[in-house]
């Protein structure tokens, strides 16, 4: 009889562990990526008894089986924020704490997994979490896995190597021959182009076009700023058909080495840029269809963002996006044997095996949702019922204790 009362007070601890749990999981219903559990139940050892039917086994009570961490995935929050991250599938970010004070120097290596993705760059341009642990990814142009961190310093510049024009010349302009002192003439058409030389100066090329033949056209690339007496960087002949189109049989794109670049800048009037048209002869207006050059200055950062890929990339004030880094995902053969270190952090074990490491979307990982958090994936609704079951559960067992008090008691109450 006396076994009950430790029957009842295994159903006791069983439930209050479970009530814990519950608890536990209400308490995180608003905490960013963080995974609910569930306590699990078994029987114990049972009692083997002899009965006239034979051996007969009584049951002990119940235990905590285990806790074990449910890995679905929860909803989105949209956020203003660019590096607020959240993974659509699985995988964890995975991050690192950085003992010393310089993580440059520290080759301290403590990594964590997590699938809360609120990070923000620090001082330091290091790309971290709430409590400063450190995103880890690798450099887009090759490096070794570690920590990501964007550098303020301006991109490089890069000069002029190709200057594309499609304009349409005035059929029915006047023959005239070019003169610099008088660029003003409605029968010359000037369409200017600004280039880049190889320290990321800026300088402005005007190209002057004349006609001097039914079907023919000279064009001149000067100075904007120049006067009349400075020459000409380059000149050339655009021949054309009846039918209006560039003579392409006669054309050739000439290379143009100006005064402040060693290197030669090719312009071209045929539409050999990807996405231009060739330059034509009809009887309408002058017109530019299509300018283009290849260079730009140097640039500032503007602000970054992250592909679905996890490719991190720099807008900068020249127009260009550069790839910086990649971010790296982990997941584990056994993620349920990972241990929760508290900070929506999770760290390997034994039983979950090593971190296996990709870029999202490779090797069954998630993609990465930019701009979005992941919420907690606690049902509400799933865990007070849970709560009831394990409250009543609870009274259940204390009345098998008080009951089998009275019992007792009523034995006392016989030699009476």
Do not use: C
């Not at 679905?308 to 004030?317: A, D, M, N, R, T």
């Amino acid at each position: 009889m006396l076994s009950s009362f430790f029957s009842g007070i295994s159903g006791l601890m069983a439930n209050s562990y479970g009530i814990n749990v519950v608890g536990n999981n209400i308490a995180n219903v608003n905490t960013i990526g963080f995974k609910g559990a569930r306590a699990t139940f078994q029987d114990v050892l049972y009692q083997s008894v002899f009965g006239t039917a034979g051996t007969s086994q009584i049951g002990r009570g119940t235990a905590l089986s285990s806790v074990d961490t449910l890995f679905s995935q929860g909803s989105f929050e949209s956020t203003s924020e660019p590096t607020d991250l959240a993974i659509g599938g699985k995988g964890f970010f995975v991050v690192r704490q950085s003992v010393g004070d310089n993580p440059a120097t520290d080759t301290t290596r403590s990594l964590y997994y997590t699938r809360a993705g609120q990070f923000r760059f620090d001082e330091s341009g290091y790309l971290v979490n709430p409590a400063g642990y450190l995103v880890q990814g690798w450099p887009v142009e090759g490096g070794d896995f570690g920590d990501i961190q964007i550098s303020q310093d301006l991109s490089a510049p890069q000069y002029t190597e190709h200057v594309a024009m499609a304009l349409n010349l005035d059929k029915n302009a006047e023959i005239v021959a070019f003169d610099p002192a008088d660029t003003d003439d409605p029968n010359i058409y000037s369409s200017s182009v600004t280039i880049y030389d190889q320290s990321g100066d800026s300088h402005v090329v005007t190209v002057y076009l004349n006609k001097t033949a039914a079907d023919q056209w000279e064009w001149h690339a000067r100075d904007l700023e120049g006067n009349a007496t400075d020459p000409d960087y380059a000149t050339g002949v655009l021949n054309f058909t009846p039918q209006g189109q560039l003579d392409t049989t006669t054309y050739t794109p000439a290379n143009i080495t100006f005064p402040f670049s060693p290197y030669p800048v090719e312009l071209s009037f045929d539409g050999s840029w990807e996405g231009s048209v060739t330059t034509t002869q009809f009887p309408i207006n002058f017109i530019t269809n299509f300018q283009a050059q290849d260079g730009y200055p140097p640039g500032t950062l503007l602000n970054v963002t992250v592909s679905p890929e996890g490719v991190i990339s720099g807008h900068y004030s020249n127009g260009q996006i550069i790839d910086l880094y990649k971010l790296t995902l982990a997941n584990f053969n056994n993620p349920w044997g990972l241990t929760r270190e508290g900070g929506n952090l999770f760290s390997q074990t034994l039983e979950s095996g090593v971190a296996l490491t990709n870029p999202p979307g490779v090797a069954g990982l998630g993609k990465i949702n930019p701009n979005s958090l992941e919420q907690s994936n606690v049902d509400l609704a799933t865990e007070f019922v849970k709560m009831i079951v394990a409250q009543r559960g609870f009274q259940a067992n204390s009345r098998v204790i008080t009951t089998t008090d009275e019992i007792l008691a009523e034995l006392m109450n016989i030699k009476r």
